[in-house]
């Protein structure tokens, strides 16, 4: 095993894209020592916080153990790197499978989201804890909140193995959020809860650290038999490839739609099976209800030119999400793509219709929302919503057509810089802006419908017009620059 994390060391310093990116380098050497002095500062003066909110300070700091918890599971499902390596080499030597899964396991461990709130937990213990228990208690203490971030962090590893093979999985963090402020919002104390928990392990109660106990070793051999079971992570989604997501959004669902169907289902099927567009859509419910939230209970969201803002990102989130990496989400075959005889302009038809069709699944619950609610426009909110199935996936489109850069999917989305250029950021700028500036100019100039109509109006005809400008404006551009697309999606660097 200790071959194994050498090679790990080796490959760490000889992997060709954490060399050239340098960008992306610093960035996180930054952001781990930014966190490292936020939770070293707080460590520092936890004592004074916790003296100032009132109370007893144990109860104070227990009571956000449980919200911790569950914001820290989130985080890592969705920045934790799950612990893989290149199975099939070691498959050719004499090493035991359950010696790798043992290693792989272990180095599951080593991550930041273990370390970090060891600088807040260490000085609780020592300022707070250790005056008034002794050091026996306070040495249970620590043993036991690193049983529950070592729960967490094999958990977070679990759903990360399962999310790959049943798309729902990655879901369970954002419902366990949910379930948690909606008992919260009932009358049921999680806050209460978690300090309760916090006085079971103060007062060394052996059932609750027995249950800690337990609950790891289940957790550590769920995992480990999950990775025996399916030892290529990649076998996890060949194996269930006529089942789960990809099953639901199988050729019948749009066989009516004929080969714009078959190139729908790959296309959602792409984007659900694969890592990077899959972390990038998870986070998109957060920012729906976010803002729906704002926007059903904020009076700022009543300023005419700020609803516009807002009702065009809710109309538009999806879509851009999308849309910034059109045509490069295929990057690393669409040489198979450009080479068989495959209708192109029904490809990007199916590409649009992704498009409009992410903006109607948004759309239709809010509009039943705000209905309800009356704090947001109707008439604001369709007219955002035709001007995003119309002008701005036309722009979404036009600005697809020069993406040249090579995406790894399978890689993270987070401070992964890799496929982006300069057109993406051009492209979501003129995808906020239009809307407002045409929607502002002629609210000042004439009155608020006569914004909305200018709104609506180039909507609905680009919306109805589509196969024309796809076939005239959109095919042509994008065989302007075939080949130049090509050659970028055939590079290896960032």
Known sequence: MIKLY?????????????????????????????????FTLLGFNID????????????????????????????????QPLPTIEILPYLRLKIRRITIIKYLLLRSMVNLF??????????????????????????????????????????????????????????????????????????????????GLGRYILEANPVVIAAMIMANGLIIYITGQLLFRNFYIDGIKVKNASGGFSAFFSLNHFKSMGEIGRYLSLEIS?????????????????????????????????????????????????????????????????????????????????????????????????????????????????????????VNSFIILFFGTFNNGRLDLSSSSFFNYQGIRGNQYLSSLIFMLLPLGIYGLFNYLFNSTVGKLAILLPGILLTFSHNWWIKRMIVPQFYRRKYRNLEGFRKLSF
């Open 270 to 390: 792409l984007l659900m099976r694969n890592k990077r567009p899959r972390q990038m859509f998870t986070m998109l419910p957060l920012v729906i209800v976010y803002f729906a939230f704002m926007g059903s209970s904020g009076k700022e969201f009543q300023n005419p030119i700020f609803g516009m803002l807002i009702v065009t990102l809710l109309t538009g989130m999806g879509s851009i999400i999308y849309g910034q990496f059109l045509f490069s989400w295929e990057s690393t075959y669409f040489d198979s793509i450009m080479a068989r005889k495959n209708n192109f302009l029904n490809y990007v038809k199916a590409k649009y219709y992704l498009l409009s069709g992410l903006a109607t699944v948004i759309v239709i619950p809010l509009l039943i929302l705000f209905s309800f609610t009356k704090r947001v426009d109707i008439f604001l909110l369709i007219a955002a919503f035709f001007f995003m199935t119309g």
């Open 6 to 38: 050498a090679h790990l060391w080796l490959s760490f310093f000889r992997n060709e894209k954490w060399r050239r990116n340098l960008f992306t380098r610093i960035m996180t050497i930054l952001l781990v020592l930014y966190f490292g002095f936020i």
């Open 114 to 195: 273990n370390v970090l709130p060891l600088f807040i937990i260490l000085p609780f213990a020592i300022k707070i804890l250790l005056p008034q228990f002794g050091t026996p208690i306070v040495l249970i203490y620590l043993s036991c909140i690193l049983l529950l971030i070592i729960l967490n962090n094999f958990l977070a590893v679990l759903i990360g193995f399962l999310s790959q093979k049943q798309w729902w999985y990655m879901f369970l963090p954002m419902v366990l959020l949910g379930i948690a402020l909606l008992l919260n919002k009932t009358g049921f104390s999680v806050s209460g809860s978690s300090i």
């Open 48 to 79: 004074k916080i916790l003296i100032k909110i009132g109370g007893d300070p144990a109860d104070n700091f227990n009571s956000a153990l449980f919200w911790y918890l569950m914001a820290d599971l989130f985080l890592r499902c969705m920045l």
